[in-house]
């Protein structure tokens, strides 16, 4: 059987195998075939080695692994080459060397369909080399095919562009390709390009960021509005003569602009304003007597050119008498409700030459006019007002009576009339919000809202209620009914806590009448935990300390109830208290947050030297309670000890030129359950000549005393008052007996 193998993988295949079933090589070498002993046994000539051989494993598969531990792959390649020279190459131009390749036509593999995009491994600009091909036992063998590949269309420009690489590794062949000129475009250098964009991005943000703020500076800062302003100007009234008034007014120029105003087309000012800051105005001036009668355009400019310009007519000065004129003799103000007030401009002309004097007067308080008198020559506006205000529903009919002063011309009556429309029908309601308090054990008290028709037409109203969270704790009653105008009614609103959890509820009361809604009254439930009396106190330990024989002073405590409920309480004191103490009071009632003092007093003077402690307990007295009890910690301290105890603390001489020598005395006595070893001390800010006793010292056993003696010697003392000290002291040292103190004091005349 006729043999070949392939190449690239030296592997044995039919002489009719268009492509290598191992590795998909095209290029194969020819084996002929020599008769040896064996049946069938050819002779294969030698073929090209490889170094090392190619690999029997699947491309992935490493050696000393199972190829179950390996993922699958479709066909063998060769492993462990050498690497080959990698070229930046296209397949345009590498296609040069196929056709001029020697070829034995009959060792031509049946064609294989191209791609549409095939990459070589060959540079385009390399020069197509001379044509190789390998003799082998007078075979002629390919030289190394280019092996292309399919490109995927996106990848398809970057080739073009030289930024494509392949490898190609070719199967060792005895003849060395000659080196082709390449051109190859490294990692490093890639990234110099792409590096030179970073700056000029940066550089171009910077630019773009500046200029953004530049514009958007101008705009905040420019003060001037962004869209054309249409000033308009009016004159009132617009035909009158010299020596009038007139009232200019403005809208639409530039936000507080001077505004100058100029006649005609001479451009010479005759006034300037300063415009509001929403940019209207308003002025008054006198038409001057130099104005030519005639129509005449008065312009009025702003700092911006804004420009507006309305037409007056000065008219001549008739040589008739003035006679005051009516431009009409009725004004109707139509109708309205009662707190409506009502304007209308209305205009008095002089037919006559001269000037008028007129006088106005109403008929009715509700019809009012802006001025009562006034002097004009041409014409003047004056404005009609009405007020409703505290007028019934109804038609109304008023007179204003003009009066020419200094003429003998018939009074002229303007006739004005208005209504008061019934005002619509308006509920209000007493409370805006509600808020009740309860627990899961008790229900909150109802509340009540007063709704009001203070409008002047009956209502038909109706209530619903709706809550957050859906549940059925809100009601109200009733739910509907008719209110005329000026009429209440009481809603009873009722909230529902028991069998809530704790927490805060919320729900709403709408009313609604006649296609409107009042404003909705906010509801909010709070649940709180059943009430709970607690018990505390203010101090948990007494301590008394006292001298055997002697009661110390009392002291005391306060309890309280921080709960939310009553607490009934009671007192009781241990078999170590009971018989030293007395505790008051020993029982009561506490209010929610109310307090209470209890007073502990000592009964210890038949006790003996020690301490004796106990405990005081405050417990709730109600059956079953959960208040927890208090106990105090009282703690007697019993000590045998003297006690100084003087009859008198100050004693007192009178001398005189006679009595210069006198004697007085005090009793010392020991109160104390100990011996007093006792000592007197006489102290002065200055040595003391003129005071001495007879005892400065002794002892004294429990209730024992002693008397002392206390001389005063004025002999040699000048007139006036002189003080000393004496102090009785405990002579045993580490003993705490309180030392007590004589004064005395000598007044010499």
Known sequence: ??????????????????????????????????????????????????????????????????????????????????????????????????????????????????????????????????????????????????????????????????????????????????????????????????????????????????????????????????????????????????TDKLELSGSGFRANALVKFTL???????????????????????????????????YATDQDNNRASTAITIQSTPPTPPLLQLTTTSIDLGADSSSVVSRKDFSLTNVGGSQVNWQASSDSPWLTISQTKGTFAGSQVVTIVVDRSNLSPQSYTGHITFTEQGGNNKPLVLTVTMAVNPASANLVLSNAALTFNGTPAQNPVNQSITIQNTGGQPLDWTATVSTVSGGNWLALSPTNGNLPPGGQATITVIAGSLGSGVGNYQGTLTFSYAGATATPVMV?????????????????????????????????????????????????????????????????????????????TPMITQVTAGVVDGFITIVDTDAGSPVKSQQVKVTFTIVNQAVIDVDSNQIAFDHNSIITISTQSFLITDRGSAPLNWTIQISNSSPISWLSVDNSGGTLVPSGLDFVNVTCDSTHLSPGTYKATLQVKDTDAGTPVTPQTITVTITVS
């Open 524 to 600: 909010t439930m709070i649940v709180s935990p059943p009430p709970v009396a607690k018990l505390a106190v203010t101090t948990n330990n007494l301590t008394f300390n006292a001298i055997q024989g002697q009661n110390p002073l009392p002291q005391s405590f306060t309890i309280s109830n921080p709960g939310n409920a009553p607490l009934n309480w009671g007192i009781t004191e241990d078999k170590n208290i009971t018989p030293i103490a007395t505790v008051s009071p020993s029982r009561g009632a506490l209010a929610a947050s109310g307090s209470i003092t209890i007073t502990v």
């Open 264 to 298: 005609d087309a001479s451009n010479i000012p005759i006034l300037q304003v300063s415009a509001w800051s929403t940019g209207n105005f308003s002025v008054q001036l006198t038409i001057p007597d130099n104005w030519a009668p005639g129509t005449r355009m008065i």
């Open 1 to 242: 059987m006729e043999t070949k193998r392939c190449q690239r993988c030296h592997k044995l295949l039919r002489a009719d195998a268009p492509v290598c079933n191992r590795c998909g090589g095209l290029d194969f070498l020819q084996v002929t075939h020599a008769r040896s002993g064996r049946t069938g046994a050819t002779k294969e000539p030698p073929s090209i080695p490889s170094n090392p051989p190619a690999s029997p494993h699947r491309a992935g598969h490493y050696s000393g692994l199972h190829p179950e531990d390996q993922p699958y792959q479709s066909s063998f390649l060769p492993v462990q080459r050498p690497p080959a020279p990698t070229h930046h190459i296209f397949e345009e131009e590498a296609d040069q060397f196929s056709p001029s390749r020697a070829v034995d036509s009959s060792l031509t593999p049946a064609p294989v369909p191209a791609p549409k995009r095939r990459i070589a491994s060959f540079s385009p600009s390399a020069e197509p080399g001379p044509q190789r091909s390998l003799q082998t036992n007078g075979q002629i063998i390919h030289a190394p095919q280019v092996r292309q590949y399919e490109v995927e269309p996106e990848r398809d420009e970057q080739y073009k562009q030289g930024e494509a690489y392949h490898t190609y590794s070719p199967t060792q062949s005895p003849i060395t390709p000659e080196p082709l000129p390449l051109e190859v475009v490294t990692p490093l250098q890639k990234r110099r390009v792409r590096g030179r964009a970073v700056p000029i991005l940066l550089i171009t943000s910077c630019v773009l960021f500046l200029v953004a703020t530049s514009i958007l500076a101008f705009l905040l800062l420019d003060s001037r509005p962004t869209t054309a302003l249409k000033p308009k100007l009016f004159a009132e009234p617009n035909s009158l003569r010299a």
